[in-house]
């Protein structure tokens, strides 16, 4: 039916935006296309930048997507991401893996004032263990 039927298809992100405001398109394009070059169709857009809800929005044409994936179109990691989110691939475990160091990181950050606290006093009272014990050597 296409002309490139015999290359890889994938199923990427393709930059409109401009300098610190980025807008993509989510194309479908053979593999050895440039980013920004042709494509074969735009089944969606994807905007990263948080709105006043502070949300990140993403509008995809479902039905075309299912047609590319079921002829063999390889979504790049972005992409596969973003399908995830919206429930049309399973979501990659890498997303679990950063959503619980997120989540330690958040905890750490809210418990972290004692416990840093106690880290400066222990780390100042070696230092001045090791001032005192070089006065005494002197």
Known sequence: KYLFSGMPVRIRLSLHGCTNRPFYHIVVAPSRFKRDGRHLEQVGTYDP???FKKESLCA???????????VGAQPTMAVYRLLGLAGIL???PRQYLEASRKREAAALAASGPSGNEEEKESISDSNTDSQSQYSENT
């Open 49 to 51: 930048m948080p709105n």
């Open 60 to 70: 995809l044409n479902v039905d075309r997507i299912k047609y590319w994936l079921s």
């Open 90 to 92: 399973p979501v990659h």
